[in-house]
């Protein structure tokens, strides 16, 4: 059984769990406001050192600066975890950025990351956000899951995150 739980900076070390691995079939490229489509087959590899190392430091800075991290667990193991941004961006700093979110390779489609992304949504709404910034990865499985989460390709990109990563599908999921 799944249980979700808040996170904190000391347990930074247990995003080695994760297995981000996945095998990629396609993925999208934004151009003049609409999604188009590469096919491609590759193998994403699992956190090497390097990577597990960058974004233990992400995820310890976001979550000291007052964001949050929520994380799903199969008895101790962490197998999921999202980290909501703490400084509000867009033109009337009115949103939120889903900063991290990572599910396991063999818990991938069971609800996992959906029920991750509608807590990160519910603390952004007590938080004043109308909206959830989505800076998400341009795979297929990662943009098909925003999408089918409510979230849409905005105009409204965020300077510093777009140059962060050019080549992410920006987003936005509005909150109700």
């Known amino acids: 059984m799944i249980t979700y739980r808040p996170l904190t900076p000391e347990m930074a070390g247990k995003l080695a769990q994760i297995?981000?691995?996945?095998?990629?079939?396609?993925?999208?490229?934004?151009n003049e406001g609409a999604l188009s489509s590469v096919e491609m087959q590759c193998e994403c590899s699992s956190w090497d050192a390097v990577?597990?190392?960058?974004?233990q430091q992400r995820f310890r800075s976001e979550l000291q600066?007052?964001?949050?991290?929520?994380?799903?667990?199969?008895?101790?193991?962490?197998?999921?975890?999202?980290?909501?941004?703490?400084a509000f961006i867009g033109a009337v700093?009115?949103?939120?950025q889903v900063d991290l979110l990572y599910v396991s390779r063999n818990f991938r489609r069971k609800g996992i990351g959906k029920t991750i992304l509608q807590m990160l949504s519910e603390?952004?709404?007590?938080?004043?956000?109308?909206?959830?910034?989505i800076?998400?990865?341009?795979?297929?499985?990662?943009?098909?899951?925003?999408?089918?989460?409510?979230?849409?390709?905005?105009?409204?990109?965020d300077k510093v995150l777009f140059e962060k990563e050019p080549t992410d599908i920006h987003m936005l999921k509005k909150l109700e």
């Open 123 to 133: 603390e952004a709404k007590k938080r004043g956000a109308k909206a959830l910034y």
């Open 51 to 55: 990577a597990l190392k960058e974004v």
């Open 135 to 157: 800076s998400s990865t341009e795979t297929k499985s990662a943009v098909s899951f925003y999408m089918g989460n409510g979230a849409a390709v905005t105009d409204e990109v």
């Open 93 to 96: 700093q009115d949103q939120l």
């Open 19 to 30: 297995d981000r691995s996945e095998s990629i079939d396609k993925i999208y490229t934004l």
């Open 65 to 86: 600066k007052g964001g949050m991290g929520i994380g799903a667990f199969n008895e101790d193991a962490l197998v999921g975890f999202g980290v909501l941004a703490h």
